[in-house]
């Protein structure tokens, strides 16, 4: 890999000043994560270190990795964090190991750390590093490596260089097992409302739909493929976007539980019952899957597992010893309660 960052091989603080049109002083402000900078003034200094690809060196970085592993979520407001966290917190404790848990190395950046928060991260110092749900840039990944922290991504939101070590669960093999539950119900007519349209954390799902239904010699609808960005307000709008059809569909897959539960809001709005009317599964069997009435019907991720599974492997890097193969995928299963049921008037209505 080609080394970027000060000195020689990299550009130095005042290149980057340079280019953002600000003194030295000011841009190492904004690298160290300094407050007292104007925010258009850091907009273009941040640009200036992703364009020119910077990578700072920590002042005092720590001889001895400390005995902690740092957890960095999207945030702590939901029951997917704490899936995560427990798996996390277990496999830690079992390899005598503290977690630090960061919940604002992402936020509002896309999924995107803070060159700033990393430094610190790195100079206080850690055996290793799980990202849950980020999406991380080249420089970043040219960060971690520079200061050697190992680090592994859970559920990546893009696909990460090759060699990085990734846990994800089979989402396409269960989209597909989703779909055949409803066709095997006698659902003809079903409708997916998927993540993100163009990362893998979302498509892999919308396939595993689509090939479910070529695997029935069934054509998808473009009408009934939607998209919600796993957001639960979105999913409601598509959901009645999808029963203003001419000819609705009588079975939603959506893919994630928060859409799911979205989806079912909505047609109770519609004054549509689950599932006398309507068919719905979800996707995760995350806690309130089990809370809502009807109990949901909806694909297991594993996030305890896929957790523990990435601190292992991490602990791997760190002791020398490379685990086999970069990426893993853990088996999903469908879980079965009350929100699917055969279509009103039969099969093939």
């Keep these: 890999m080609t080394r970027t960052g ?25 690298v160290n994560g300094r407050e007292d900078v104007a925010p258009e003034t850091r907009r273009r200094v941040t640009e200036a270190l992703e364009a020119l690809g910077y990578v700072r060196r920590p002042r005092r970085p720590p001889r001895q990795p400390p005995p902690v592993v740092d957890l960095v979520v999207p945030s702590l407001d939901n029951t997917w964090s704490g899936a995560v966290l427990r798996g996390v917190e277990e496999a830690a ?23 700033g928060r990393l430094d610190r991260l790195a100079l206080r110092g850690t055996s290793g590093v799980l990202f849950n749900l980020a999406e991380l840039t080249p420089a970043h990944h040219a960060w971690l490596e520079q200061h050697r922290i190992p680090y592994a991504m859970i559920d990546p939101v893009a696909d990460p260089p090759p060699g990085v070590l990734t846990v994800r669960a089979a989402d396409e093999r269960g989209a597909h097992s989703a779909v055949g539950h409803l066709l095997a119900l006698g659902h003809v007519r079903i409708a997916v409302i998927g993540g993100y349209r163009r990362k893998p954390c979302g498509s892999g799902r919308v396939a595993g739909y689509r090939s479910a239904l070529a695997a029935a010699g069934l054509r998808p609808r473009p009408e009934f493929v939607r998209y919600a960005d796993f957001d639960a307000r979105l999913a409601r709008a598509r959901t009645r976007e999808l029963f203003a059809l001419e000819e609705p569909p009588t079975a939603v897959l959506a893919c994630s539980d928060p859409m799911a539960l979205g989806v079912c809001q909505a047609l109770a709005e519609l004054g549509l019952r689950v599932p006398r009317d309507v068919s719905v599964v979800g996707f995760g069997d995350l806690p309130e899957a089990e809370w ?3 109990g949901l ?22 002791e020398g010893r490379v685990p086999p193969g970069a990426g893993t995928e853990l ?14 008037g039969g099969a093939f209505a």
Aim: net charge positive; charged share 20%.
């Design 6 to 30: 000060p000195g020689p091989a990299g550009p130095t603080l005042a290149v980057v000043a340079r280019a953002a049109a600000v003194s030295i002083s000011t841009a190492s402000k904004v």
């Design 297 to 318: 019907t909806t694909v297991r991720r594993p996030l305890d597992e896929m957790a523990a599974t990435a601190l292992r492997q991490l602990l791997r890097i760190r």
């Design 331 to 344: 088996p999903t299963r469908l879980v079965e309660r009350h929100s699917t049921a055969p279509p009103r």
């Design 292 to 294: 809502v009435t009807p």
């Design 93 to 115: 404790h079992q390899a005598g190991l503290e977690v630090m848990v960061s919940a604002g190395l992402t936020r509002n950046r896309g999924g995107r750390p803070a060159r």
